[in-house]
Nanobody, 125 residues
Framework: QVQLVESGGGLVQAGGSLRLSCAAS????????MGWFRQAPGAEREFVAA????????YYKDSVKGRFTISRDNAKNTVYLQMNSLKPEDTAVYYC??????????????????WGQGTQVTVSS
């Protein structure tokens, strides 16, 4: 069982930056692929970025490429999402997710087994 706790959300003006963190419990964090998803009001949860357990595979939603960077520190059991050049359309609740697979990433919510409680990101225009 893995427990995930997100932090770092908040209110920022368009063009600003935020860094989200997701801290995981457990001793085998490097065995888990991690993903970030987001959900805006009235919308389905959508993929944002993912990283493999070994950090050698990353993947991004097209609209965040070049603006967002996913990374992880396995020694700290933490995955990050650095978000730059934020836009109002990035406003959503952001969730991190985990699945016990080392050399794998997933882009569908149903492919992940564990979820955090979410952190709100609001970008004002």
């Amino acid at each position: 069982q893995v427990q995930l706790v997100e932090s770092g959300g908040g209110l920022v003006q368009a063009g600003g930056s935020l860094r989200l963190s997701c801290a995981a419990s457990g001793r085998t964090f490097s065995s888990y692929a991690m993903g970030w998803f987001r959900q805006a009001p009235g919308a389905e949860r959508e993929f944002v970025a993912a990283i493999s357990g070994s950090s050698d595979i990353t993947y991004y939603k097209d609209s965040v490429k070049g603006r967002f960077t996913i990374s992880r520190d396995n020694a700290k059991n933490t995955v990050y999402l650095q978000m730059n050049s934020l836009k109002p359309e990035d406003t959503a609740v952001y969730y991190c997710a985990a699945r016990r697979e080392t050399f794998w990433i997933g882009r569908k919510p149903g492919e992940y087994d564990y979820w955090g409680q979410g952190t709100q990101v609001t970008v004002s225009s």
